[in-house]
């Protein structure tokens, strides 16, 4: 029983579910729009084989680059960002704000929220994510490594035709049915459910060490992009070989004398044979660069609070 005269409790707080996901959807389209031709290297880095003799057809990342930029040009760089951008903004929003409603009904009464259930509620936010994220990537992966297939075609005198996402939509639809666009979902599942378990609650404690606004508790802007990028670049070396395994599996056309795949221990036992245990990083340094702006910028602007500001929501 609380003393005579005591002040009663403040209410709970509601959660407001609609500017979180309008935050997390422009926060998503202008991360994916600055980033986006180092994700289609790392998707070309991940997805190229060594040859019999250790050929390679990228030196490192730099020299992805530059082939890309001389074979296809400036718009080349963005080979499927129309998909990734279309579907960012459904995905985003499901990820930033699921995780943060995860977090709110699992908070403590005393306001609490320990690590173990930061954990839960980062995963169930990937795991939400997933209904996008799969045909979302799938149509990204097979734009983005077109140029690297053409090339090779090329180069051994074939010919390769490009197929636009809605052919190659309409394709998978004809042949497959609606799961068709699902491929790779369990390696998709693994690789997000990882990331956010990992990414939400160091991304969440970095946030909370940091300065203060002046008359807030919020941090200040360029400290939610600095453990955006931290959180996010982290995240993303640990969960590399998923990424590695998920981009392997949702590439349905390879070049000449490239592995297919039957299932995920499938590709991680012939990787292993084949290419080694470096191989799960392949792209590693790339992804890395790629998530922690990505990260930074989107969680920024997710933080800035531009819907509440529209909606006139405090």
């Known amino acids: 029983m609380g003393s005579k005269g005591q002040e009663p409790p403040p209410p ?12 997390g959807g422009i926060a998503g389209i202008v991360g994916v729009s600055i980033v986006f031709p180092l994700d289609l290297v790392k998707t070309r880095l991940q997805n190229q084989t060594i040859g019999p003799n250790g050929e390679k057809q990228y030196k490192n990342m730099l020299d992805c680059f530059k082939k890309t930029y001389a074979a296809e040009g400036y718009f080349g760089m963005y080979r499927g960002s129309a998909v ?9 929003a499901i990820k930033l704000a699921a995780n943060d409603m995860f977090r709110h009904y699992l908070t403590l009464p005393d306001g609490s929220l320990p690590i173990p259930r930061q954990m839960v509620a980062g995963g169930l936010a990937g795991a939400c994510q997933i209904v996008i994220t799969t045909p979302m990537e799938l149509l990204k992966i097979q734009m983005q490594d077109a140029g690297r297939v053409a090339a090779q075609a090329k180069a051994e005198g074939k010919t390769f035709k490009r197929v636009t996402a809605m052919e190659l939509t309409r394709k998978l639809l004809k042949e497959r049915g609606i799961f068709g ?6 390696a998709t599942a693994g690789r997000d459910v990882s990331f956010s378990v990992i990414y939400f609650p160091l991304f969440a404690t970095l946030n909370n060490l940091g300065p203060k606004e002046k008359g807030s508790e919020n941090p200040p802007f360029w400290w939610s992009f600095v453990s955006g990028c931290a959180a996010g670049s982290t995240a993303a070396l640990m969960v590399n070989p998923m990424d590695v395994v998920k981009t392997r599996m949702q590439t349905l056309t390879k070049g000449s004398g490239e592995r297919q795949y039957t299932s995920i221990m499938d590709c991680i036992t012939q990787m292993l044979k084949h290419e080694g245990p470096t191989a799960f990083f ?28 529209l909606l006139g929501i405090r």
């Open 181 to 186: 666009l699902y491929k790779g979902v369990t």
């Open 12 to 23: 709970p707080q509601k959660f407001a579910l609609l500017p979180k996901i309008i935050n």
């Open 84 to 92: 990734n951008i279309l579907l960012i903004t459904p995905e985003k």
């Open 282 to 309: 392949k792209g590693g340094a790339c992804r890395m660069i790629v998530i922690a702006p990505l990260f930074g910028i989107a969680q920024a602007v997710y933080y800035i609070g531009i819907a509440e500001r």
